[in-house]
């Protein structure tokens, strides 16, 4: 019914830049939070960054002042601009959206299928 796609990752040196984008497509009426998680090897997923529909965000403490959640509501896209980036920041970045559908049924947890995010030199 709803679909996530993420795109933008990729190989960065420490200290660079990314900027990942994720749209939402299928039976969509609105969507409430969008968010970003990441899973390193070895590790449990976690969560990044969210963004409410009404634009109120949270980080991690790890990310906080580097990394900046952002949505386009009109187009169903939430992306995340990834500065300063650090070998610890290597992961799988993961999209998550809680979806009203066009049946008015509320929906949450839907995920993308993840954009592997590797820093290092």
């Known amino acids: 019914q709803v679909q996530l796609v993420e795109s933008g990752g990729g190989l960065v040196q420490p200290g660079g830049s990314l900027r990942l984008s994720c749209a939402a497509s299928?039976?969509?009426?609105?969507?409430?939070?969008m968010g970003w998680y990441r899973q390193a090897p070895g590790k449990e997923r976690e969560l990044v960054t969210v963004?409410?529909?009404?634009?109120?965000?949270n980080y991690a403490d790890s990310v906080k002042g580097r990394f900046t959640i952002s949505r386009d509501s009109a187009k169903n896209m939430v992306y995340l601009q990834m500065n300063s980036l650090k070998p610890e920041d290597t992961a799988v970045y993961y999209c998550?959206?809680?979806?009203?559908?066009?049946?008015?049924?509320?929906?949450?947890?839907?995920w993308g299928q993840g954009t592997q995010v590797t820093v290092s030199s």
């Open positions: 998550n959206a809680d979806v009203v559908l066009l049946s008015g049924i509320l929906r949450t947890g839907y």
């Open positions: 299928g039976s969509i009426f609105s969507i409430n939070a």
């Open positions: 963004i409410t529909s009404g634009g109120s965000t």
